[in-house]
């Protein structure tokens, strides 16, 4: 693409508000859609033009970018009758960075390929912080030569930005994230829960192990947090319960047993059930108080 | 301690002949033993005494260091009639290094106070390489001027040296770095197994997922052992499952639920039972093959 694309977003949240800026900022010209419209404001501001409906977005954009809640939104916004596939222009691409279903991505990539229109499934990791300043980690599956057009696009919104294969490849990439953090912060909680009850200081206890066999970016990162009672959200519990059922739900459809991954998922629903779905996944640790 | 102290050091194994090596090395006198004295023998070819016996090791030793396999040999040589608490003087100090039930680190110290022999409970983490280049993490429980007292023999053998207080916290604290570490494994093996049976190459998903949220030490040490098929023990399989039996009876007596830890030790055990004993704890992997 020698001439800027032009790029219609959907789903200007907290991530999606920061990675349109950054696209605005390396002057895109980008029209963006939210269902709240409102939360588009921002964006709209710095130069965004806001679209009426997602079918008057994608028919204005050579590049389609969304990051949205769930499986069921991207189902809805790419595969409804009012909506992307249904009224991209040919040779069009999309890109859905939401976390979502793999096989939801391999079907859009299906229909979308039926009416001549490219698609890639690029989730992220990184969260709010990652957006802000643009050190995404992105996972991208789908065709190399599509990927290879809309490379300068990512980089504009992450730092990590590895092809991962056919598409569905980068959800399967994202869910493979998601199952070693979900264990991972069992370990975590129960380590700390554990040295507060074994009467320990666990500021010492974490100067001790984080930089050793047990260290990892959710210990020095997120145990500090627990340990002051903060459970604001970085990411959301019902989020991660969400990546959890897709996880278990595809990995079943693999015949993979992941025993620690459903554990996690069962605490965490827990917790949910308790109140903390709007909570920080830190507040796993409630559990253990 | 003005003068170098005469060091007796019991259990010179893979960590153990490391240690008393540095300890060596920045000429401390040296005394040892070993149940199998012919694993002594690099360690006399370097200028260590061989003693007869432990009750003579102690005899004529200021510091006793040990590093055995299992709890119940540490209960054999600190509490056996020929053991170190019997036969030290008084006033010397005596460190036991292996990982072991904070119980009995509580225990030997009240027995050795009893006849005014110092003790600490100092487990280390760091692995074999650790050791051999004196970069052990080192967790140390017991009075906190016998630790000052002997702050520079830890710093021969360790860089990160922390006093986690009371008798037995050193061990407390080990074992909040099994448990970080137990579920982490699960993690890293189940995203390395859904990596795998996706379809995706598991070294680009790593390439993903290591420097963000999902990342840790294990992720970034182990999972490429697994990938290739290196199950060779770094740390064993049976040594491991030690300390997760100590860490769930000690949450039981503080009636700490820690589902995440009993289900690692479950995976474990079952790996263990299939052959992989003697494997590197990395060969979890085998079960998710």
Redesign the interface.
Known sequence: MKQKPRIGFIGTGVMGTSMAGHLLDADYPVRVFNRTPLKAESLIAKGAVLAESIADLAAESDVVVSIVGFPKDVEEIYLGKAGIIANAPFGAILIDMTTSR?DLAIKIHKDASARKIASLDAPV???DI?AREARL?I?VGGEEDVFNQVKPLFAVMGK?I?Y???P??GQ??K??????????M??????????E?????PT??L???E?????????S?LAPRMLKGDFAPG?FVKHFIKDMGI?AE??GA?N??????L??KA?YEKLAEQGGADDGTQALYKL?E
Chains 1, 2 share one sequence.
């Open positions: 793999p990791s990184g969260g990652g980690s996972m990590n590895v991962q294969g056919n569905g490849s399967f990439t869910m493979c994230n998601q199952i070693a953090i979900a264990s991972g069992l370990g975590i909680c129960e380590a700390m829960a554990y040295a009850k074994s009467g320990l200081d010492l206890v100067k001790s192990i930089s050793g066999a047990a260290g990892s970016w959710s210990l990162n990411f996880a595809s990995a693999m993979l047993e992941i025993p620690g991954l554990l996690a605490q253990y």
